[in-house]
């Protein structure tokens, strides 16, 4: 089958290899039908953070078709179309019986620590898998991943109704955390990027308004009223220094971007303005939401998708992404 393997940070390659054996009892195998290139799969392929086998299948925002499971498997059948979930957690350590499996202690990622979506064909434990509504187009439901991370780090900012908030950075993280705030909160909505065409698309889609960091248009928009919250999804080290300068005390600023070297800070900016730091981490239990989500969302998700490829692709892609080269949110990779 064709696949599309991580090898080494800058190496990354579309093969033809084996598809996957035999199933073990609590698997799924699946024929993928869509996936997403993420964020997070173009900052492996730049430093390499991230490899623990080499080569190995990229790829964890996918949905597909379930042809065959493995033994002890009730919960599927083949036929059934799924997304799925991109974290692999033990189950046992402290923070996964708290109900906290996005820290786990030892907590890996599908296209990391297990072959992925940039394939023809997978397995996955059934345990990662959501089922999706027969009708959705898989290009929509390959972008529940992501969602489930932006609604997983709007709630843990918890910003107060009718309070203004500012999103930084228009990327798929980004723009998808307004998507889901125009829908599910009052208040203004800011957007910024310095990709004025990739914000300028999500400020329509969401009804936002566009501003910049620097111009004083923040003010503008408000009218004078104080911004105190920020949602971060740049992990640009100068927009947070920026956002810090912007924002009013009493606020807050939620971090859900991938960063990018070290912040110099002195406590004492956010002691005196009490304003906090928030850390939000891929997502808990939000997944089957964002699914349930999912065709209500499906014609503005549909208006930010930035291209439709092939397989082979792939590697352009990131190339191009990593350029900046990208007017909407996400690249989906149609397979099979």
């Not at 509504?133 to 009718?162: C, F, N, S, T, Y």
């Amino acid at each position: 089958m064709k696949a599309v393997r991580l090898y080494a940070a800058g190496d990354i390659r579309v093969e033809h290899i084996a598809r996957p054996g035999s199933l073990e009892p609590g698997t799924v195998r699946l024929k993928v039908t869509a996936a997403g290139i993420c964020g997070s799969d173009l900052h492996n392929f730049r430093t390499g953070q991230w490899i623990s086998r080499s080569p190995s299948v990229a790829g964890h925002e996918f949905a597909g078709v379930v042809t065959e499971v493995g033994e002890g498997v009730d919960a599927f059948q083949p036929g059934d179309r799924v997304v799925a979930d991109s974290r692999v957690w033990c189950g046992e350590c402290q923070a996964c019986l708290s109900g906290r499996s996005n820290v786990c202690l030892h907590l890996g990622f599908v296209g990391e620590v297990c072959d992925g979506g940039f394939a023809e064909e997978t397995v996955l434990p059934a345990r990662l898998l959501v089922k999706h509504d027969a009708d959705l187009d898989p290009a929509i439901a390959a972008m529940a991943e992501p969602l489930a991370v932006a609604l997983h780090a709007i709630r843990k900012q918890a910003v107060p109704a009718g309070e203004p908030l500012l999103v930084a950075g228009c990327g798929p993280i980004g723009g998808l955390a307004a998507l889901l705030l125009s829908k599910t909160r009052d208040g203004p909505l800011l957007v910024a990027d310095r990709n004025a065409k990739r914000a300028a698309l999500v400020a329509d889609v969401c009804n936002a308004a566009m501003v910049d960091l620097y111009d004083g248009s923040i003010t503008t928009a408000l009218r004078h009223r104080p911004l105190r919250h920020a949602l971060d999804a740049t992990g640009n080290i100068g927009v947070l220094s920026a956002l810090l300068d912007v924002l009013a005390g009493g606020g807050s600023v939620a971090l859900v971007g991938i960063g990018h070297g070290k912040i110099e800070l002195d406590p004492n900016v956010l002691v005196e303005r009490e304003i906090s730091l928030i850390g939000c981490h891929a997502f808990a239990g939000e997944l089957p939401e964002v699914v349930a989500m999912l065709p209500g969302l499906a014609s503005p998700l549909r208006r930010l998708i930035d291209a439709e490829i092939g397989l082979d692709e792939v590697p352009a892609a990131y190339e191009r992404l990593l350029a900046g080269n990208a007017t909407g949110l996400k690249t989906i990779v149609r397979i099979g």
